[in-house]
């Protein structure tokens, strides 16, 4: 079972879970990444975010790398949201959850779908701050750690 949500409701992280958890039986664990719009303090005067999506194709590149991780990995369930809109510091980005009978699955996956979703899924971002906004480039570690699984 997997579902995939875009858009920019916020997402409540005890219900994620408890759907992971309700998955059926066999599941001994479930890992779980929520990301938040970075709080950098006054150093960089950001204010918040704006992401933009490619409706429709967002959606399948992200089932598409669920399929990839169940192929890698024994999982049960898998929920991948992403919000997009006008984001203020500290909200909810993103959410990833995995079940899973045996935690190594359940980590191992967890991390590969937040990994590979911050370079190949078609989000664009753009930092608002008090004296204006730009559009944000991808950033080299994220890279990195997307070229670890071999995509």
Known sequence: MSEVRVGEADFDVAQEYARL???GGGTGAIATFTGLVRDSGDLSGVTGLYL?????MTEQVIED???QARERWQLRAVRVIHRVGTLKLTDQIV???VASAHREDAFAACQFLMDIL???VPFWKKELTESGEHWVEQKDTDVRLGDRWGE
């Open 52 to 56: 933009e999506h490619y409706p429709g």
């Open 21 to 23: 958890r309700d998955s």
């Open 95 to 97: 959410f990833v959850g």
């Open 118 to 120: 911050k370079t190949s």
């Open 65 to 67: 790398l669920i399929r």
